[in-house]
C-alpha cells in the first residue's frame, strides 16, 4: 500500500510540474505575440497569414 501511495503521489508532483511547464511556455507564448502586435501590427499578421478579405 504504500508503494501505491508513493506512485500516486509522484504521479501528482508530475501532473503538477508539467502543467507549469506547459503554462509557462504558452503564456510567455501569448504575451510575446500581443506585444509584437502591439508594437508591429503588419508584420506580425504578415507572418501569421492573417488576410483582410476573411476578417471582413
Known sequence: MKFAGFLITLLIILMGFSMLIFLGMFISYWLTLIGLEKIMPKRVYRWLGHNE????
Open 53 to 56: 478579405t476573411e476578417a471582413s
